[in-house]
């Protein structure tokens, strides 16, 4: 008897540490930061919405990666210059560190897209030629505030490569405008 509720003991104490473990796939961790954010009634409801369904539509784009078409599309005047996505794949620092990685992307065996910085690692999904990336965050919209509750969005950025340099950027900034990063030499 005294066995049998050992065990039940430390059953429950193995599921309540399973259960408190944080998760560790990219994308589980977004959702869990995304439903973290939106949580309460700070935002406006239709913004909520929104946010909620780009999220969706993201993750589907991410795991079902199109092949590229080359077709590119001028981003508020600048106009990207790779010629295919992996020529984003490698590591990046700022300009005037170049020895410190400050991001890397990595592309899976299935044609899926990463970006790496610190210790977070972030679905990537390729568009137009640019690399688009959310933190997760959710944020103030640029909209104005017409309802009772402000408007939010998902943070999200892109990488591009115009004229040959790399710059880091959110969709509303001219990438060239943007924070340049240097590509580490392949070895």
């Known amino acids: ?3 049998t509720a050992v065990c039940l003991v430390l059953a429950s104490a193995m599921i309540q540490t399973f259960a408190a473990e944080p998760p560790t796939d990219p994308e ?3 959702d869990a930061k995304i439903a973290k954010n939106l949580a309460g ?3 406006d409801a239709a913004s909520k919405t929104f946010v909620r369904a780009f999220w969706q539509d993201y993750k589907r784009a991410h795991r079902t990666p199109k092949a590229d078409s080359g077709e ?3 981003l508020h005047g600048d ?3 790779v010629k295919s996505y992996d020529e984003y794949v490698g590591s990046f620092s700022p300009p005037k560190r170049p020895g410190m990685k400050y991001m890397q992307i990595t592309k899976e065996e299935s044609g899926r ?8 690692t972030t679905p990537a999904v390729p568009r137009n030629g640019t690399m688009v990336f959310t933190t997760g965050d959710v944020v103030y919209s640029n909209l104005p505030r017409l309802a009772a509750k402000p408007y939010c969005t998902l943070e999200v950025y ?3 490569r115009v004229k040959g340099k790399y710059y880091m950027t959110d969709l509303a900034t001219r990438p060239s405008a943007g924070r340049e990063i240097v590509k580490a030499v392949a070895e």
């Open 72 to 74: 590119r599309k001028s």
């Open 158 to 160: 892109m990488i591009v």
């Open 41 to 43: 009634d700070r935002w």
């Open 113 to 120: 897209y990463f970006i790496k910085t610190g210790r977070h």
């Open 28 to 30: 589980s961790v977004l």
């Open 1 to 3: 008897m005294k066995m």
């Open 79 to 81: 106009m990207p210059d």
